[in-house]
């Protein structure tokens, strides 16, 4: 589910994302710590966006690396000597 609140995730750098996911891990060991169960879950949904968009970074990435290897391995660009 995508927060309406939160910024532009797809702009954030793989370091910035990992250290949004370390602060709301802090955050919600807090609420659940306070047992304001709400928040907890309004925290959850945020990180839980925020994790979706790291593993499309991930699986985008992946797919940028496969489409180079391939790439590579094309017959025209293939050095046989």
Do not use: C, W
């Not at 589910?1 to 954030?12: E, G, R, T, V």
């Not at 807090?30 to 304001?36: D, L, R």
């Not at 489409?67 to 000597?81: G, V, W």
Request: glycine content about 2%.
């Amino acid at each position: 589910m995508y927060h309406p609140l939160l910024d532009n995730l797809d702009q954030k750098s793989m370091d910035e994302l990992m250290q949004m996911t370390n602060d709301l891990s802090k955050k919600m060991s807090f609420a659940y710590n306070s047992g304001n169960y709400q928040l907890l879950e309004q925290i959850r949904v945020v990180y839980n966006t925020v994790q979706d968009t790291i593993q499309q970074k991930n699986r985008q990435q992946m797919e940028m690396l496969q489409r180079k290897q391939e790439s590579k391995n094309t017959p025209d660009n293939l050095d046989i000597e």
